[in-house]
């Protein structure tokens, strides 16, 4: 397809980083622990779906201009390592209004021959976090509600992400940035955690940022609304347009970011290290606590954990060196089985459009180490005559975790336990990236480096597979087990349906759900399985006989038209004989904005939250082991 014009030279694969989506789709080990292992069908519905994106943006080019914004986002975002971020030089904070980046970078695409505004892609810090630990559904969290609003607002009367009009959200130096910007509460007492190790009365478990909404859904959409609101802004505000003009070019090169060469400010040598992960990893951050007795800020270890991580492989003492004072819980680079459990080589690369600089990284650099390598290269570019607009483009191509400053490194809070190659990691970046850029501004073409091993043909999974499903005696695939009620806007209404397995098919460039209005006798269809103000759960209620159940809850949206409503579900079931077949169900119907109800009701519904025996049994063990 379209042979000669996309390669890894000039494709960069960003992710916005939502902790929402579905698993099993790395090739190191360390990644797909928790989900069980790999899942080819995970895989090959990302690449399916990344290759016809590219398909149809190739098809639909037209003769377009460029035009960059800048805007400012408030209380959008807070600092979750600010004890980290404090570690830096006073001189190199000053220069600096906050902890975090509060600025959002916007391209606007026009169509110069219909003279019609095609799309926008910004950049703004935060994680995508607002959906927590505790959520079980598959969402695009705070940046893919801001997407969706936007691309709503533009393509009317047209289903979510079928529209021309496209608004992408993207992430860049966030790996210190929350969305839960209440802060971290203890949950017993509503009082400040300890803010240097985020722990109430020394555990990680209770101590719990909140964002600005009333729970989880509402701050993510809160957090989306204040991103979308300063995006349309910047979108309408073409007297603030700054038109992106001047040359096209990328650069890219695989490195070996275990033992890349780095040169310190007093002249001498050191270099990257093995990957390894450090105590404070498995803490997690105060979006989501860990498990167990770890804490953030630990630069000792401890005999207990020491004995388990060393049942695994003990670290090299060359490797202790290397990550000190990273106390190494995992010695990740040195566990070879059964393959490789983190990438040894990785991608550097920089697109260069106009005056704008992509600098497209393999990891999430904290705001710091966004800002340090954003000057390198804007100070590098500037001294050959080139005033440039640097962006860190974050997540970008493969995932190496967190990338923070070597100040922020000797803290060892989350993110700097998670930086895997170790206390000089920003500085081989900084590095990398202005070779790079100055050799792509020179016309120098660089070796392309050794590209990282496919691992697909080794890769173990224990996912169980789908034999067959079965429905309860009496009742089809699709019946309704329980109806909606009337109700009014802004309501919730629940549907609940006998149903397949939901990975017998993915229904890509389809829906699990239907949400219909009755227009004089036609149904109109008002919302489907990635809309906002739908909710689908699906629960295996019997194992054994392959039975299953899936709950649709719709919250009725307070402009959504008076009238008569039904709520649909399809999918497919597995036989052992026949194998796949469709099925759909059909609620009865019910109003909105025309009944009797007088309060705002949610029907209480038992939604599966669902489990991953792995995990489970792991806390079990280490549970009984420790005491």
Known sequence: MFPGYYTEQNVVLSATHTHSGPAGY????????????????????????????????????????????TGTVEEANINRSPTSY?????????????????????????????????????????????????????????????????????????????GRFTAAFASTNLGDVSPNIMG??????????????????????????????????????????????????????????????????????????????????????????????????????????????????????NPFWDFISGILKDPEPETEACHAPKPILLDTGEFKYPYAWHPTQVDTQILKIGQMFLLA????????????????????????????????AGLSNTYTHYITTFEEYQK????????????????????QYTMMAEAMLNGQELPAGTPP????????????????????????FGSCIQQPHDANQGDFVTAKFISGHLRNDLMTDDTFLRVERNENGEWIEVAVDDDWSTRLYWERTNVILGESEVTVIWEIPEDALNGEYRIIHKGYYKSIIRGLTPYLGVSKTFLVGLSDVKEKVEQNVNVPQGSNPFRDLWKLIMKFVSG
């Not at 990680?204 to 909140?210: E, H, K, L």
């Not at 060892?412 to 336990?417: F, S, T, V």
């Open 86 to 162: 404090e570690a830096n030089p006073e001189e190199e904070k000053a220069k600096y209004n906050s902890n975090t980046d509060k600025t959002m970078v916007q391209l606007t695409f026009v169509d110069i021959e219909e003279d019609e505004k095609m799309g926008v892609l910004n950049w703004f810090a935060v994680h995508p976090t607002s959906m927590n630990n505790t959520n079980h559904l598959i969402s695009g969290d705070n940046k893919g509600a801001a997407s969706q609003m936007f691309e709503k607002a533009m393509n009317t009367e047209i289903q979510t992400g079928k």
């Open 453 to 476: 091993e496919d691992l697909l043909d080794v890769q173990l999974s224990f996912i169980p597979g789908i034999i067959f499903d079965n429905s309860p005696g009496g009742l089809d």
């Open 184 to 301: 971290p509460k203890c949950l017993d007492t509503g009082l400040p955690c300890d803010l240097e190790h985020s722990t109430c009365d020394g555990r990680t478990q209770m101590c719990v940022a909140f964002g600005p909404g009333e729970d989880i859904f509402e701050s993510t959409k809160i957090i989306a609304e204040r991103q979308y609101a300063v995006s349309k802004a910047l979108f309408d505000d073409e007297e603030g347009y700054q038109e992106v003009t001047g040359s096209v070019k990328f650069i890219h090169q695989w490195i070996d970011m275990t033992n890349y060469p780095v040169k310190l400010d007093n002249g001498s040598m050191a270099t990257t290290c093995k990957a390894a992960l450090g105590y404070s990893f498995a803490a997690g951050t105060t979006d989501g606590p860990g498990e167990f007795d770890f804490t953030q800020g630990v630069t000792t270890g």
């Open 26 to 69: 790395m090739q190191y080990v360390l990644f797909n622990v928790s989900n069980l292992g790999f899942l080819r069908q995970s895989l090959d519905a990302l690449v399916d779906g990344i290759v016809d994106s590219i398909y149809r943006a190739h098809r639909m080019m037209v003769p377009a201009k460029i035009y960059l914004s």
């Open 412 to 431: 060892q809070r989350y993110e700097a336990a998670s930086t895997i190659y170790g206390p000089h990691s920003l500085r081989a970046y900084q590095q």
């Open 361 to 392: 990284v393999p990891g999430e650099f904290t705001t710091m180490a966004g800002r340090r390598l954003r000057e390198s290269v804007r100070n590098l570019v500037g001294s050959m005559g080139e005033p440039i607009v640097p962006v860190v």
